[in-house]
C-alpha cells in the first residue's frame, strides 16, 4: 500500500510513538487526522506540522479515546475533511497500575472501541474502500513484567484481538488488515514516568531497570520504521511485529494442537 494520497487516523497522536507514527504518514504523503485528549499538544504539534507539511495535510480534534461519541465524531470529521479513511493507528494508552480499570478501559476497552467504530467506516461490506488498522500493543503483550500486571494483561489483550480480528477480517471480505506492533521499552513521557506508575508494586522497579539493561531503549524514529513496513507490506495481517534495538521479528505464535 503506498501512502500518497492515503488518509490516516492516529490516536494518542500529540506525544511519543503516536507523534512520530504521524509524522512517518506526512512524510509519504498521506493525510493525517490527531486525536488525543492533550488539546494543547495537540494543536502545537497540527501548527508545526501543518508549516511543514501544508495547512491541507492535518487536523487535530480533541478526543478521549474512552467516548464513543468523540470518536465517532473524529471519523466522520475526517471523512468529511479528506474523503475517506484509510488507515487507523489505534495508539492511545497509559501505564498506571494505581488506575488499573483506567488502564484497561484505554488500552483494551477503547483499543476494541476504536477498532471497532472505524471498521464500520473501513470496511468493504459497509461501503468503505479497505485498509489498514495497526494496535500498539508492546512487549508486554509477548511476556510478563512483574511490576504491571495489568498493563501486561491489556498489551497481551491487544494482541488476541488483533491476531483473532485479522482473521476474522480476511474470513469475513472486510478487506481491512489488521496488525500490532509490539515495541520493547521507548523514551517517551509514558517511559519516564513508569517509576511513580507501579502503585504498591513500586519495588519491583529493579527488575525493569535489570530488562532496559538487557533490552535497551527504542528512539520513537526505530518504531516509526518497523510501523511504516506494518501499515504498507499488503501481505502482513493478523501478525504481532516485536520490536527491540536489536532485533525486528514477526512473532510466530504456539499452534492450537
Ligand atoms: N514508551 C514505551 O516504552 C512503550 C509504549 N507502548 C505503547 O505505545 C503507546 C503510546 O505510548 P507512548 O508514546 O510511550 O506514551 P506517551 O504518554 O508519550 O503518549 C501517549 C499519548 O496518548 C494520549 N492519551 C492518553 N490517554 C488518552 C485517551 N484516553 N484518549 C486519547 N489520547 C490519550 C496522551 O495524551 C499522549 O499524548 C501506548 O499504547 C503504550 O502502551 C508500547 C511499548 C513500549
Ligand atoms: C515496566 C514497563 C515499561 C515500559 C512500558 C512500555 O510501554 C512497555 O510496554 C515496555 C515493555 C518492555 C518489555 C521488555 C521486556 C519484557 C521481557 C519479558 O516479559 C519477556 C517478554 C517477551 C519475550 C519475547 C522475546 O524475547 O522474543
Same mark, same amino acid.
Given at each position: 500500500m503506498a501512502l500518497n494520497g492515503k488518509i490516516a487516523v492516529v490516536? &494518542? $497522536? $500529540?506525544?511519543g510513538i503516536g507523534k512520530a507514527m504521524t509524522e512517518k504518514l506526512l512524510q509519504n504523503g498521506a493525510k493525517v487526522t490527531l486525536l488525543d485528549v492533550n488539546e494543547t499538544a495537540g494543536k502545537n504539534l497540527m501548527e508545526s506540522l501543518q508549516k511543514e507539511y501544508g495547512q491541507e495535510k492535518t487536523l487535530f480534534m480533541k478526543c478521549d479515546v474512552e467516548s464513543e461519541e468523540q470518536i465517532k465524531d473524529a471519523f466522520h470529521k475526517t471523512i468529511e475533511t479528506f474523503g475517506g479513511m484509510d488507515i487507523l493507528c489505534n495508539n492511545a494508552g497509559i501505564?498506571?497500575? =494505581?488506575?488499573?480499570?483506567? +488502564? /484497561? =478501559?484505554?488500552?483494551? /476497552? $477503547?483499543?476494541i472501541r476504536v477498532a471497532n467504530l472505524a471498521l464500520e467506516q473501513m470496511s468493504k461490506l459497509s461501503g468503505g474502500r479497505g485498509g489498514v488498522i495497526i494496535n500498539t500493543a508492546s512487549m508486554a503483550g509477548l511476556g510478563p513484567l512483574p511490576s504491571c500486571p495489568v498493563y501486561t494483561a491489556?498489551?497481551? *489483550?491487544?494482541? &488476541?484481538? +488483533?491476531r483473532a480480528m485479522g482473521a476474522a477480517s480476511a474470513a469475513s471480505g472486510y *478487506?481491512?488488515?489488521?496488525? $500490532?506492533i509490539c515495541p520493547g521499552f521507548v523514551q517517551t513521557d509514558l517511559f519516564s514516568r513508569i517509576p511513580s506508575k507501579l502503585g504498591k508494586l513500586s519495588h519491583l522497579d529493579d527488575l525493569n531497570q535489570q530488562l532496559i539493561e538487557k533490552f535497551g531503549i527504542l528512539t520513537v524514529s526505530e518504531v516509526a520504521d518497523p510501523f511504516f513496513e506494518l501499515v504498507t507490506d499488503e501481505t502482513k495481517n493478523g501478525e504481532a511485529l516485536?520490536?527491540?534495538?536489536s532485533r525486528k521479528q514477526y512473532v510466530t505464535f504456539p499452534g492450537l494442537p
Open positions: 490516536t &494518542g $497522536a $500529540a506525544n501505564l498506571d497500575e =494505581s488506575q488499573w480499570e483506567k +488502564t /484497561v =478501559s484505554i488500552n483494551l /476497552v $477503547a483499543v491489556t498489551k497481551h *489483550g491487544v494482541i &488476541g484481538f +488483533t *478487506g481491512v488488515r489488521i496488525n $500490532a516485536l520490536v527491540v534495538p
